[in-house]
């Protein structure tokens, strides 16, 4: 099919969450955390096959992962993997990837998308990605895909939209923002959900190409000027060889700052289609527990020797060979067992590991992480 849109897949976060099973070397995005056969990067790329062609999937990455995205997804190119000398979040991320789409085609319109979500309903998936398409055949607008909350959680920022005197027909219908919020405690995620006004924030983006670069002209000068205006100093527009010297040069100036917080929070363009199509990050391991199979007693035993006596309520993540794991009397624990790391947590503390490997950085212990 002509005119195929283009797949923007972000694929160079470290998962400091789901640590100590995903690490810096090989981050989450390369395992196969769901027991699914593939690691999720292969998952998504799959997803999107069904929407695009390989040729118009663009991977961003961090450097050092090259020949890991390389093993995963062989269908894609060398050509369509875009490295990152170094991290500066997801905003310096979009304008990298989308001045490569300008460069080829300024009315693109382009998905921006995460490397490690799961989704349960692919059909349900490909009809809102389509519909934000469709959606920008006609229209400027910088689209996100909200997810209809299923319980009040506060691992997640939501989006509050406007819905009045309008059917929402989920999947399709595309509404005005309101407003964007962080991760709200316990009490407000309950306020949220009663009003039926607010969404989880997918972290899916749509938009066409010309239309990002003129949001970051508005709302991130230096980042647009460094990739778009300066284009050609480092992106051969004929061939599309990137200089990666100079590239390395632009990422040390850029600041660390999020497409949310730099483009969308602040956009007058910016419209939501209500989504469901069975979401899940897997930002946590409390993610996991909910979307694996669980016994009569509510644990989770992700490992060949894992035993449980009078316990409920577990998950135990055993990737170690050869060593048997017994749980006797426990309830609502997190057991992740490593090569060269154990980990016993309260499951509902899991939000706190970010903070736990930043401490055991800051105390020398980096060949653990």
Request: aromatic share 10%.
């Given at each position: 099919?002509?005119?195929?849109?283009?797949?923007?897949?972000?694929?160079?976060?470290?998962?400091?969450?789901?640590?100590?099973?995903?690490?810096?070397?090989?981050?989450?995005?390369?395992?196969?955390?769901?027991?699914?056969?593939?690691?999720?990067?292969?998952?998504?790329?799959?997803?999107?096959?069904?929407?695009?062609?390989?040729?118009?999937?663009?991977?961003?990455?961090?450097?050092?992962?090259?020949?890991?995205v390389?093993?995963?997804?062989?269908?894609?190119?060398?050509g369509?993997?875009?490295?990152?000398?170094?991290?500066?979040?997801?905003?310096?991320?979009?304008?990298?990837?989308?001045?490569?789409?300008?460069?080829?085609?300024?009315?693109?319109?382009?998905?921006?998308?995460?490397?490690?979500?799961?989704?349960?309903?692919?059909?349900?998936?490909?009809?809102?990605?389509q519909?934000?398409?469709?959606?920008?055949?006609?229209?400027?607008?910088?689209i996100?895909l909200?997810?209809?909350?299923?319980?009040?959680?506060?691992?997640?920022?939501?989006?509050?939209?406007?819905?009045?005197?309008?059917?929402?027909?989920?999947?399709?219908?595309?509404?005005?923002?309101?407003?964007?919020?962080?991760?709200?405690?316990?009490?407000?995620?309950?306020?949220?959900?009663?009003?039926?006004?607010f969404?989880?924030?997918?972290?899916?983006?749509?938009?066409?190409?010309?239309?990002?670069?003129?949001?970051?002209?508005?709302?991130?000068?230096?980042?647009?000027?460094?990739?778009f205006?300066?284009?050609?100093?480092?992106?051969?527009?004929?061939?599309?060889?990137?200089?990666?010297?100079?590239?390395?040069?632009?990422?040390?100036?850029?600041?660390?700052?999020?497409?949310?917080?730099?483009?969308?929070?602040?956009?007058?363009?910016?419209?939501?289609?209500?989504?469901?199509?069975?979401?899940?990050?897997?930002?946590?391991?409390?993610?996991?527990?909910?979307?694996?199979?669980?016994?009569?007693?509510?644990?989770?035993?992700?490992?060949?020797?894992?035993?449980?006596?009078?316990?409920?309520?577990?998950?135990?993540?055993?990737?170690?060979?050869?060593?048997?794991?017994?749980?006797?009397?426990?309830?609502?624990?997190?057991?992740?067992d490593?090569?060269?790391?154990?980990?016993?947590?309260?499951?509902?503390?899991?939000?706190?590991?970010?903070?736990?490997?930043?401490?055991?950085?800051?105390?020398?212990?980096?060949?653990?992480?």
């Amino acid at each position: 099919m002509a005119n195929q849109p283009y797949i923007v897949i972000m694929a160079g976060g470290l998962g400091s969450r789901f640590w100590p099973m995903s690490r810096q070397k090989r981050p989450k995005q390369f395992l196969d955390v769901l027991d699914c056969g593939q690691s999720m990067l292969a998952t998504t790329i799959e997803r999107f096959l069904s929407i695009t062609v390989p040729k118009n999937i663009l991977i961003v990455t961090h450097a050092d992962y090259l020949q890991q995205v390389k093993e995963a997804c062989p269908m894609i190119g060398d050509g369509n993997i875009l490295l990152e000398p170094v991290r500066r979040n997801t905003a310096p991320c979009v304008a990298f990837a989308s001045a490569v789409i300008y460069a080829k085609d300024p009315k693109a319109r382009i998905v921006v998308a995460p490397s490690d979500h799961w989704v349960a309903d692919s059909k349900a998936f490909e009809t809102a990605i389509q519909s934000g398409i469709d959606h920008l055949e006609h229209a400027n607008d910088l689209i996100t895909l909200g997810i209809q909350p299923q319980n009040p959680n506060t691992g997640y920022g939501y989006i509050q939209y406007d819905s009045a005197d309008k059917e929402v027909h989920l999947n399709r219908s595309v509404f005005d923002v309101r407003a964007f919020t962080e991760k709200p405690d316990k009490e407000t995620a309950k306020r949220f959900l009663s009003t039926g006004e607010f969404l989880w924030n997918s972290g899916l983006f749509l938009w066409r190409a010309k239309d990002i670069k003129a949001a970051l002209a508005s709302h991130l000068s230096e980042v647009h000027d460094a990739f778009f205006k300066e284009i050609k100093s480092w992106l051969n527009v004929n061939t599309y060889a990137i200089n990666y010297g100079v590239l390395r040069r632009i990422y040390a100036q850029c600041a660390n700052i999020s497409i949310d917080y730099g483009i969308m929070e602040k956009a007058d363009n910016v419209r939501v289609i209500p989504s469901a199509f069975g979401w899940s990050d897997v930002g946590t391991w409390k993610s996991l527990y909910a979307l694996s199979e669980q016994d009569y007693m509510g644990n989770v035993a992700l490992g060949d020797l894992v035993k449980m006596y009078d316990s409920r309520d577990n998950l135990v993540v055993q990737t170690k060979k050869g060593k048997v794991v017994i749980l006797n009397g426990l309830k609502k624990l997190l057991i992740v067992d490593t090569e060269d790391a154990l980990v016993v947590s309260k499951i509902d503390r899991e939000q706190e590991f970010r903070q736990i490997v930043n401490d055991l950085k800051g105390e020398g212990l980096s060949k653990f992480l």
